[in-house]
């Protein structure tokens, strides 16, 4: 399958900090990438979906100034999480769908568990 | 609106025993079906999908669904289970083209040795 890589694993931030989550597709280029939320023993929330060049486009009751997402090029994607609050810690999944490997199924990451003190 | 239920929050079964992981799905048009699977503190991992065609999907570790379309079912099955299957399996729909995946909550498989 796709390689999909994240980068932090894991981050421990100060409330009130930025912290910023690389999500990388690493042998297919993405024109798609997803970000997603997920609790404790709960499904994915989709966050937002971001097509390469194109702004974000944010699923309802997601603040889009609080969780900026960035689609630079076809192969890398990022999440900001701007000024932090300890509610904001969860573990942030991202997937990315391409052309050449199906637009139809999205290749996840391995995951970014943020905690926010 | 499309939607998709895994009724079961856990399924426990025995190692050699077949098993299955139930999902019903509704989603307006023909639908895109798939099934992830999550290890501890691991991101999904994609194990098959039903797009069109044949019935009877196979995918990854042995894995296979049945697409029913009478039932708007789409159920995990494995002839045999492993003690390595036991993990967190998402149920996924989509509409026409793929877009906007939707998961279910989730279920837990364990298989004990």
């Known amino acids: 399958g796709a390689v999909v890589s994240q980068h932090p694993s894991r981050v421990i931030c100060k409330s009130g900090t930025s912290v910023k989550i690389e999500c990388r597709s690493l042998d297919f280029q993405a024109t798609t990438m997803f970000w997603y939320r997920q609790f404790p023993k709960k499904s994915l929330m989709l966050m937002a979906t971001s097509n390469e060049g194109s702004k974000a486009t944010y699923e309802q009751g997601v603040e889009k100034d609080k969780f900026l997402i960035n689609h630079a090029s076809l192969t890398l994607s990022t999440l900001t999480v701007t000024s932090a609050h300890p509610e904001d810690s969860s573990f942030y999944i991202c997937s990315a769908s391409g052309r050449d490997r199906g637009t139809d199924t999205q290749y996840f990451g391995p995951g970014t568990r943020l905690t926010v003190l | 609106a499309q939607s998709v239920a895994q009724p079961e929050d856990q399924v426990n079964v025995a190692e050699g025993n077949p098993l299955t992981v139930k999902c019903t799905y509704s989603?307006?048009?023909?639908?895109?079906l798939f099934w992830y699977v999550q290890y501890p503190n691991r991101g999904l991992q994609f194990l098959l999908k039903y797009i069109t065609g044949d019935n009877l999907v196979k995918g990854s570790y042995g894995f296979e669904a049945e697409f029913n379309k009478s039932q708007t079912s789409f159920h995990l099955k494995k002839p045999s289970a492993l003690v390595s299957d036991s993990a967190l399996y998402f149920c996924a729909v989509a509409g026409t083209g793929g877009f906007k995946t939707i998961f279910g909550a989730g279920t837990r498989l364990f298989v004990k040795a």
């Open positions: 989603v307006s048009g023909n639908p895109y």
